[in-house]
């Protein structure tokens, strides 16, 4: 397949391929998407055959607003509600009975579908313009790290897809959090950028994390997910780092230890989510036989590293 490859100024033809049933990249605040339009069958299925995405594995949706959510959605339950109003746009999924105009292959068959109101200006621009809802994982090859900048959405996607727009690096650097409603209970089945504690203040009531279960409720739940091809390992504290020569080490200033290999310095949390997948691909580009990971305290942001890496390790949340 031809890949065009559009800046911003092309918008209107990125949102008119979406429009014909053709898949477009495209920038969000979390990672770089994948994207076909959520009402189109046919288009849903090309999302599918460009990732190498196994059929039972359900997309996320992004709207272009609320009003967009309310044709997607055949229900919208209070709690939801609350938490679109807090952080909508922006990175939270809600899982949410599904409309009968949601395209079936986008829920794998389930009865609900993640939506998402994104909060990145060129994301918003092109959605706006395409006027459906775009079913849109994140713009890798399936099982590996998602793509957080142009380049790297290149790399995955170039030739699999009929276009791929072209935006900043992405800010957040991880995909969103996912919550759902199951009765009484809201529960986040993914963590993300909006954290536990800041869902459980808004709406008043515990939240509980059931990532770890058998039925695959959301994206990234069954299936492999967040791996270069390079043996990711993780500690938690510097004296269960144990790397060798030609293995990379990452973690806060006060992780540093007398190692052999390249030790990675990171500010903060936040500075840890937005680099970590640049950093598993600059560490397969530069050969790296293999890459030690700080794992950090299951609060804030922490939950939702600590999520990918154990992923990334082969180690189940």
């Known amino acids: 397949m031809n890949t065009q490859f559009l800046d911003s100024y092309s ?11 053709a898949t477009v990249v495209f920038p969000t605040e ?16 090309k999302i599918f055959q460009a990732k190498g995405r196994p059929s039972d594995n359900p997309l996320i949706v ?21 938490l679109m109003d807090r952080f909508w746009p922006g990175p939270l999924t809600l899982v949410l009975p ?39 994982p994140s713009a890798n090859r399936s099982g590996r790290p998602s793509p957080t900048t142009f380049e790297a959405a290149c790399f995955e996607m170039a030739g699999r897809v009929a276009a791929i727009l072209r935006g900043p690096p992405c800010q957040v650097g991880l995909e969103s959090t996912v919550v759902g409603f199951e009765g009484e209970n809201v529960v986040i089945y993914r963590p993300g950028a909006v954290t536990r504690e800041e869902l459980e203040h808004v709406l008043g009531c515990p939240v509980r994390l059931v990532s770890n279960r058998d039925v695959a409720a ?62 598993f691909r600059e560490a397969e580009a530069a050969g790296v036989s293999g890459l030690w990971c700080w794992l950090p305290p299951a609060r804030g942001l922490g939950q939702a590293l600590r999520d990918r890496l154990l992923r990334a390790s082969g180690k189940r949340p």
């Open 11 to 21: 918008i209107q033809q990125a949102a008119e391929l979406l429009q014909r049933g």
């Open 30 to 45: 979390t990672v770089y998407g994948v994207g076909a339009n959520a009402f189109d069958e046919q288009a849903v299925r």
């Open 62 to 82: 992004h709207v272009s607003g609320i009003e967009m959510a309310l044709r997607a959605a055949a229900e919208v339950p209070t709690p939801a509600r609350m």
């Open 98 to 136: 599904r409309s009968a105009e949601i395209a079936p292959s986008v829920t794998a068959g389930l009865a609900t579908v993640g939506l998402r109101w994104p909060r990145h200006e060129l994301c918003q621009k092109l959605l706006e313009l395409a006027g459906v809802p775009v079913a849109a």
């Open 218 to 279: 959301s994206p990234g739940l069954l299936h492999r997910h967040y791996q270069p091809n390079l043996p990711v390992k993780i500690y938690e504290a510097p004296e269960q780092a144990a790397p060798v020569s030609g293995e990379w080490i990452i973690g806060p200033p006060d992780c540093r230890g007398p190692w052999p290999g390249r030790f990675i310095l990171i500010a903060d949390i936040e500075d840890y989510a937005h680099r970590l997948y640049s950093l």
